[in-house]
């Protein structure tokens, strides 16, 4: 009867920490996904701006175009690239947890099944 109870008790307290951290993770991906979209934007003004750049031969228009498109979509694109890579290993860190959480759960399962 102990035993059931204790088990009972680690089961819900695991069960209710996998749960925060599954919500955690939830914001994470949201996020992630957003960032991913904007990323994708931003690959694609700065690889336009890159080849209109690239097909134009007045040195002024180049250099107009560089300080208002190109350089700001390099930033921009830079920035994001750096905070999706963030995201992932917060994304990898937090799917660990629920990972270790779901082995203690399995070994404390068949301990009391044995």
Do not use: C
């Not at 007045?58 to 390099?74: D, G, L, S």
């Not at 994001?80 to 082995?103: A, H, N, P, S, T």
Request: zero cysteines; aromatic letters at 10%.
């Amino acid at each position: 009867m102990e035993e059931t109870m204790a088990k009972s008790y680690l089961q819900k307290s695991l069960d209710e920490w996998k749960s925060d951290i599954s919500l955690v993770l939830g914001e994470i991906d949201k996020e992630y996904d957003e960032v991913a979209q904007e990323l994708k934007v931003y690959s694609y003004k700065y690889g336009i701006t890159k080849q209109v750049i690239q097909s134009t031969v007045n040195e002024e228009i180049i250099e107009n175009i560089r300080q208002m498109y190109h350089k700001p979509f390099e930033e921009s694109y830079n920035q994001l690239k750096e905070y999706i890579k963030d995201l992932e290993e917060k994304r990898r860190v937090f799917q660990m947890f629920i990972q270790k959480i779901d082995e203690v759960n399995r070994k404390e399962t068949s301990k009391l099944t044995v």
